[in-house]
């Protein structure tokens, strides 16, 4: 009985870490914000770009953009593919701009990511920050 309860405790720990295996859970949402470079939203807290040229200038030197929203949560553009894909060259048009992004949010360890379903610019400046 131990050996058969050892045997299902290994087979749901696989599940999570076997591609294929079971998902994280996320929560389908739509999020408006600056796309940013990582390094000015976190080192220098910055709410907003400098400029779209600062954003795009640190995004080609390797940092990575990031949407930030209004009440300062950072949302970390990822990619749901197997191997991983790179989300900046995605992100490069709306760098430094508001956006209107519509995906699905992970969640883990105080960190948050998103799924890019669509991203548009903001419609205007009014458009309530979430």
């Not at 050996?3 to 294929?20: E, K, N, Q, T, V």
């Not at 079971?22 to 910055?46: E, Q, R």
């Not at 197997?82 to 995605?90: F, S």
Request: proline share 5%.
């Amino acid at each position: 009985m131990k050996s058969r309860l050892a045997l299902i405790c290994l087979l749901l720990m696989a599940a999570d870490i076997i591609p294929g295996g079971a998902m994280a859970a996320s929560k389908n949402v739509t999020i408006h914000g600056y796309v940013i470079d990582s390094s000015c939203a976190l080192t220098k807290n910055l709410k907003k770009p400098v400029s779209p040229e600062c954003a795009v200038a640190c995004a080609k030197a390797g940092s990575p953009l990031v949407i930030i929203t209004g009440n300062g949560t950072i949302y970390w553009p990822i990619s749901d593919a197997t191997p991983a894909q790179g989300q900046n060259a995605r992100l490069m048009t709306f760098a430094g701009k508001r956006v209107t992004v519509s995906g699905n949010v992970y969640e883990k360890g105080g960190s948050e990511a998103i799924v890019i379903k669509t991203i548009q610019l903001a419609r205007n400046d009014k458009e309530d920050l979430k």
